[in-house]
């Protein structure tokens, strides 16, 4: 069982940063796949960033490459999104998941745990 909880949201102006940050708890945090994924009000849950158990190789949504990173420190359990010069199609509730499974990382169904979401909101 892993717990997720997600923080660092908030209302920020277009152009601005946030870094999320995600908490899991139980010592099996690092044979995990981590990933962010975003819901948008009346809109489906996207993908926006993935990172392996290792920290190894990181996947991104085209929309926001070069402007979000995702990182994570096994040592403290923590999964992290940094998010620059957002806009305000950045705007939605964020989640963080964890998956055991291989597959796409892009894939919602191959996460087995999410947490229950920080809001980020961008103002233009």
């Known amino acids: 069982q892993v717990q997720l909880v997600e923080s660092g949201g908030g209302l920020v102006q277009a152009g601005g940063s946030l870094r999320l940050s995600c908490a899991a708890s139980g010592r099996t945090f690092s044979k995990y796949r981590m990933g962010w994924f975003r819901q948008a009000p009346g809109k489906d849950r996207d993908f926006v960033a993935a990172i392996t158990w290792s920290g190894g190789s990181t996947y991104y949504a085209d929309f926001v490459k070069g402007r979000f990173t995702i990182s994570r420190d096994n040592a403290k359990n923590t999964v992290y999104l940094q998010m620059n010069n957002l806009e305000p199609e950045d705007t939605a509730v964020y989640y963080c998941?964890?998956?055991?499974?291989?597959?796409?990382?892009?894939?919602?169904?191959?996460?087995?745990?999410w947490g229950q979401g920080t809001q980020v909101t961008v103002s233009s």
């Open positions: 998941a964890a998956a055991q499974k291989s597959g796409s990382s892009s894939d919602l169904s191959l996460y087995d745990y």
